[in-house]
């Protein structure tokens, strides 16, 4: 069984006192169903899962149910025996965004307090903003992802304890030896290939069979994909959403790693506020990471956020890269000279501070030029801004040296992560190896912030 941090998020919110019911929400093929089923089975006696989007496409018993009542009475008709009580039993309500009206429920199997409920949604986003009354209060939501690096290493052997002393050398921006480095720079290649799509990642940790990993990634990019002819009702929408999608691997090539807009309809003048909808379904589907620019770099960040210029990177750094270069690996495991992976380092970046971050940014001027992201740091009261550089040319950064000389922002440091093995540090600027950003957090409770 893989292993999963968020599995004790789900154990600690069982076991706690709260009468919230958890949500889990992520992109489909996540891990999010069988990572609860883990949890409940071992804490509950009874563990009843219903599973909308197989209901819907079978016998929809539980379609049109409108009352906690009737639901109750459907569910006692095949799992009677299994419905205890609140303390040994849990409803574990699978897809949620299927049957909407189940978000509304929630409030009501809150307030019945005869089971123990948690529910998942891979498009629950969507759901929400087409739901009339939003359950507020009575849910708390929390965010899944495909394995982040730390978890990778896991799944290949590294013990925790390995884990906590490579953190310890972080903490103390210190480098690792040679021969540590070499090992995680490795498995680091891998996982750009491999990704973190729980699937993908049994596949290569059992068989190392990368033509039966692009097939799996494949499958899931065109389950993505077919997702959206579910859920939105205008044709035109569905196919721009298939277009942006299928184009995301091509603005990564781009020098701004941004959205060419008149690329989309080959219209010029184009506006982001013309994509809105389309741009909103990817992410809040979580098969795309959206980072939005910031005009003023200060903390607290998101006062100045500028949504009509979004960078929008693919969830999971194996799906690029399947793109990208299909079975050859020698661009990734060899740093081939001629290949640029600019735009593949600074996804799986994405892919880690999204993971573990409460907002991400990015900044972009055109005198003062772009910075790859920005995070809050909570133990300075300042913002951290993050560069990322896959090439020789890592100490190469007039942005982010001018970023961080700008007495207005109030920064204390930035950050370069690069291949280099050595962590040093000059003139404000953090060079750190591109692993240590399985470490960088902003949570507002995470004790580990490297600043």
């Not at 093929?29 to 079978?58: A, C, P, T």
């Not at 299909?326 to 994405?350: C, F, P, R, W």
């Not at 600027?429 to 600043?451: C, H, V």
Request: glycine fraction near 6%; aromatic fraction near 10%.
């Amino acid at each position: 069984m893989l292993y999963r941090k968020i599995a004790e998020t789900i154990e600690k919110h069982l076991l706690s006192q709260s009468d919230k019911i958890m949500v889990i929400q992520g992109a489909r093929q996540v891990g999010k169903s069988f990572i609860i089923r883990e949890v409940g089975s071992k804490l509950f006696k009874n563990f009843i899962e219903v599973n909308f989007v197989r209901d819907n496409e079978g016998p929809r018993l539980f379609k049109d149910i409108r009352t906690v009542e009737d639901f109750y009475f459907q569910l006692s008709t095949s799992l009677g025996d299994k419905m205890g009580s609140r303390e040994d039993t849990l409803i574990f309500l699978d897809e949620i965004q299927e049957y909407p009206q189940y978000l509304t429920m929630l409030k009501f199997f809150r307030e019945d307090k005869k089971y123990t409920f948690i529910a998942s949604g891979s498009l629950l986003g969507i759901a929400l903003r087409n739901t009339v009354s939003i359950p507020v209060g009575s849910i708390t939501v929390k965010n899944m992802y495909p394995l982040d690096f730390q978890e990778f290493l896991i799944a290949n052997g590294f013990a925790v304890s390995a884990i906590d002393t490579i953190k310890e050398r972080y903490n103390n921006q210190e480098s690792l030896d040679e021969k540590t480095h070499n090992q995680i720079m490795d498995l680091f290649r891998k996982y750009l290939l491999v990704g973190g799509l729980p699937d993908a990642v049994n596949e290569f940790v059992q068989n190392r069979n990368l033509t039966r990993i692009r097939e799996i990634q494949w499958d899931i990019r065109n389950m993505y994909v077919e997702d959206a002819s579910k859920y939105e009702k205008a044709s035109s929408k569905k196919l721009l959403i298939r277009k942006i999608y299928g184009m995301l691997p091509s603005f990564m090539e781009n020098k701004k790693k941004r959205l060419v807009l008149k690329d989309i309809e080959g219209k010029k003048g184009a506006r982001a506020s013309s994509y809105s909808d389309e741009f909103e379904y990817l992410t809040t589907s979580g098969i795309a990471l959206g980072i939005n620019a910031i005009s003023n770099p200060v903390f607290p960040l998101g006062e100045s956020e500028k949504k009509n210029l979004t960078k929008l990177y693919m969830n999971d750094v194996g799906l690029l890269t399947g793109v990208l270069f299909h079975n050859n690996i020698s661009a990734v495991m060899e740093d081939e000279k001629s290949i640029n992976l600019g735009g593949v380092y600074e996804t799986v970046v994405a892919q880690e501070l999204t993971a573990h971050c409460d907002s991400v940014y990015y900044y972009d001027n055109r005198q003062k030029g772009e910075v790859d992201f920005i995070i809050n740091d909570y133990q300075t009261l300042s913002t951290l801004p993050i560069e990322v550089k896959s090439g020789r040319d890592y100490s190469v950064h007039s942005a982010l040296n001018k970023f961080v000389n700008n007495k207005d922002y109030g920064i204390k440091r930035g950050i370069v992560l690069s291949n280099k093995r050595e962590v040093t540090q000059k003139e404000g600027i953090l060079y750190l190896p591109i692993y240590y950003s399985m470490f960088i957090y902003s949570d507002k409770n995470e004790e580990d912030i490297l600043i």
